[in-house]
């Protein structure tokens, strides 16, 4: 049994859950003037809502909560804090998943105060129902019991903090310092149950002797401890 609940999102299932998301809001009569993404989580299923509905307006709003991977932040925030006026526009305020809900909540709430938009609706691919603050007006897939979900577009920076965690952990609890690639690789499956291509792997440890976390010596792999 892997430690923490993830599923790996491939790019295929993002098209297929996008263009399920567009035939909902089609179906409901909505057409958006205006698509707003949520960076960075909500940038390519917006991308796809405008292709899969016909929109040509996309802007972007940057509302952040989660700054690592399968861990919370204390606080969502809006960064960039710029004000237009969309006032005449119906707009879709996108995002990949409503989890908590605050980030979205946070966004909603600035558009609405101001941008002055016609209309805001908000839809996001999923939607993790138990935990959520709000109900989006859209949604793909519920979601009933709380997931990790590993999306192509932040696989990288998954990869690199989940072994980070690994890393520490074991430094933690057993004092280990040293590792080599395929150590980490088989702790990577055991903890979170996914398989990767393998060069996530080797990319995120290089990402971690760059930032000084790991050295590497003749293959391996040193714990930097402060
Ligand atoms: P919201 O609940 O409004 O999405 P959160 O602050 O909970 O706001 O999450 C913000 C972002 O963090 C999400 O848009 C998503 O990119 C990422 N995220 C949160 N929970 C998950 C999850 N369970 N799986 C994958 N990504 C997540």
């Known amino acids: 049994m892997p430690r923490i609940p993830v599923k790996l999102v491939t790019w295929d299932e993002i098209v297929e859950w996008s263009w399920g998301l ?7 009569g909505y057409i958006p003037d205006v698509i707003i993404a949520i960076a960075r989580g909500g940038y390519v299923p917006a991308r796809l809502l405008c292709d899969f509905l016909g929109v040509e307006n996309l802007l972007s709003i940057q509302s952040q909560h989660w700054t690592e991977a399968a861990k919370k932040d204390e606080r969502a925030l809006i960064k960039f804090e710029y004000h237009i006026n969309l006032s005449g526009y119906k707009a879709l305020l996108v ?7 605050e980030s979205v909540i946070l966004a909603r709430d600035f558009i ?7 209309e805001l609706r908000t839809a996001t691919l999923q939607w993790i129902s138990p935990v959520a603050k ?8 519920e979601v009933k019991e709380w997931i990790w979900f590993q999306y192509p577009w932040t696989r990288l920076e998954d990869v690199t903090q989940f072994i980070k965690r690994i890393i520490e952990t074991e430094f933690k609890n057993n ?7 395929k150590e980490l690789e ?13 060069k996530y792997i080797t990319k ?10 790991l050295r590497s010596e003749n293959g391996i792999l040193r714990y930097v401890t402060q």
Not at 22 to 28: F, G, H, Q, T, V
Not at 95 to 101: A, K, Q, S
Request: net charge negative.
């Open 134 to 141: 709000i109900k989006p007006d859209y949604y793909y897939l």
């Open 175 to 181: 004092a280990r310092v040293q590792w080599n690639e």
């Open 22 to 28: 567009a035939e909902k809001i089609m179906d409901d």
């Open 204 to 213: 995120a440890i290089n990402m971690l002797i760059r930032k000084g976390i």
């Open 186 to 198: 088989e702790a990577f499956y055991e903890w979170y149950g996914i398989t990767v291509d393998k």
């Open 95 to 101: 995002d990949d998943i409503i989890d908590t809900g």
């Open 112 to 118: 609405k105060k101001y941008w002055s938009p016609k």
